[in-house]
């Protein structure tokens, strides 16, 4: 998106020069179910101009079944090999806000193509958080939840959070406004981008 296109989409200035250092690459979301990815992501797509964009709905819509349907049909192995090349279709058509399903980013290919094509942001949210916004959904759509739901979940944050915590950014996801945590994930991304990640560098056509 170019600046005057970005301008004119209502974007501030500074999130204009943010994604000017961001180029091609895309904000990746990842962290728990519950931690907020896909209501956050579509205010941070909006904030930056950007399209907003839900792997777990693109696998859906690319197999013609849900998740659950899926890991019931198929098992998670080959859920897992389907979202890894979902992940790095949408990651060659950035830049965009992209929310990952919570499994995603523990597959290493995911986090490296995550690396090449993105900047990663972990949602970060304590086990009180994750649990009460998990039982506003029923378990029947979270594969990974079936059983104990608050047993899966203490073991999936041991399991997983060594791994999130990899990720170019962390924000903590808790119980306060969007807007807020928004305004957290845009200055951390500014920081970190300005500090560390070089800008992109478009292809020569």
């Known amino acids: 998106m170019s600046e005057a296109a970005t301008q004119d989409a209502g974007v501030a200035p500074q999130e204009t020069a943010l ?33 907003f964009v839900d792997a777990d709905a693109e696998i859906e819509a690319a197999a013609g079944m849900t998740i659950a349907e899926i890991f019931a049909t198929y098992g998670e192995p080959y859920f897992r090999s389907g979202e890894q090349r979902v992940i790095a279709r949408l990651l060659e058509s950035g830049p965009q806000v992209l929310a990952t399903g919570g499994g995603a980013f523990m597959n290493a290919e995911t986090r490296a193509a995550t690396r090449q094509k993105g ?42 959070y060594p791994i999130y915590a990899q990720a170019d950014v962390t924000v903590m996801s808790r119980e306060v406004s969007h807007e807020i945590i928004v305004n957290e994930i845009v200055a951390e991304l500014a920081r970190v981008l300005g500090a560390g990640l070089t800008p992109a560098v478009e292809a020569a056509p």
């Not at 916004?133 to 979940?153: F, N």
Request: aromatic content about 2%; charged content about 30%; overall charge positive.
């Open 19 to 51: 994604l000017a250092v961001l180029g091609r690459r895309s904000v990746v979301l990842v962290g728990m179910m519950g931690a907020g990815k896909s209501s956050i992501g579509r205010r941070l797509a909006q904030r930056l101009g950007l399209t």
């Open 119 to 160: 900047v990663s942001v972990w949602l970060k949210a304590e086990f009180e958080v994750l649990m009460r916004r998990v039982k506003r959904r029923a378990t029947a759509d979270r594969p990974m939840l079936q059983g104990e739901p608050a047993q899966r979940i203490r073991h999936l944050m041991d399991e997983r």
